[in-house]
Each structure stands twice: as structure tokens, then as C-alpha cells.
């Protein structure tokens, strides 16, 4: 950011600035990133990313999470999925998954389909975070 600052070149240098502005070191995939900054254009509350949630059975890190709503979102990309069948990763995932459920929480699965129809994704969160809202007042 500095070096843009200082150069005398202005040309693109606003745009550079935005850019630089949206990205987030904590996403950890290109769709996480999509998601976030789709996410940023939608007229919801905004998730906290990568958050923590300790648990007895370990600590998950959930990529888009609400705490106040126990609502998770998870971009699931077709990489672990579907390149090279079930892993110990995606068996591991499901378990944290079942324990986190077990806990109250409740999770919205995305990909790369769900991020090319934004108000559909806006939605199905803001049903999520209106059921959970009423199950926190019961």
C-alpha cells in the first residue's frame, strides 16, 4: 500500500488500492475468497471467516461462521470431494461436522454453483439465520 502511495504513476492506482483493500490472508482457497467477497455485497449480517470452534473432540475451523446465530457456511470445493474419492480429511470433516450439530449448530454447504445466483445464496442464509433466530428464542 505505501509503495502505491509514493509512486508517482497514478494510473490504476485507485483500483490497486481497492483490491489490495478487499483481500484477507485468512481465506484459504480461491472460492473462500470468492464467497467472502460475495458475501460483502449481500444485505446480510456479515460471518466472522475462519472461525474457531473448540469442541471435546478438537478444535474446527469453519470457513464463514455467525456465532451469534450457531450458523456455519462451508464452501466445498470439488477438489476434495470428488479428485481423488474419500479422504481421511473429508471423513474427519463430517465428524467435527456431526460433533458441531450435536452442539446446536447448523451448516450451510456451498459451491462454485451457489456463487453464480448470489440471490438465491442471500436467501437460504437469511432463512438459516430467521430459523435460528426463532430456535434461540424458544
Given amino acids: 500500500m505505501n509503495a502505491l502511495a509514493s509512486d508517482p504513476v497514478k494510473r490504476g492506482s485507485a483500483r490497486a488500492r481497492r483490491v489490495l483493500g478487499a483481500l484477507d490472508s485468512r481465506s484459504e482457497s480461491a472460492g473462500e475468497s470468492r464467497t467472502r467477497l460475495l458475501l460483502r455485497g449481500l444485505a446480510i449480517p456479515q460471518p466472522e471467516p475462519q472461525f474457531s470452534i473448540p469442541t471435546e473432540s478438537g478444535t474446527f475451523r469453519a470457513d464463514f461462521a455467525w456465532k451469534e446465530y450457531k450458523l456455519i457456511l462451508e464452501f466445498d470445493g470439488k ?25 446446536g449448530w447448523k451448516f450451510i454447504r456451498i459451491d462454485w454453483s451457489d456463487l453464480e445466483r448470489p440471490y438465491e445464496l442471500q436467501a437460504r442464509i437469511v432463512s438459516a439465520l430467521g430459523r435460528s433466530r426463532k430456535s434461540r428464542a424458544a
Fill in 79 to 103: 477438489y476434495k470431494y470428488f479428485d481423488f474419492g474419500p479422504t481421511a480429511e473429508v471423513f474427519e470433516e463430517r465428524q467435527r461436522e456431526k460433533t458441531l450439530m450435536e452442539l
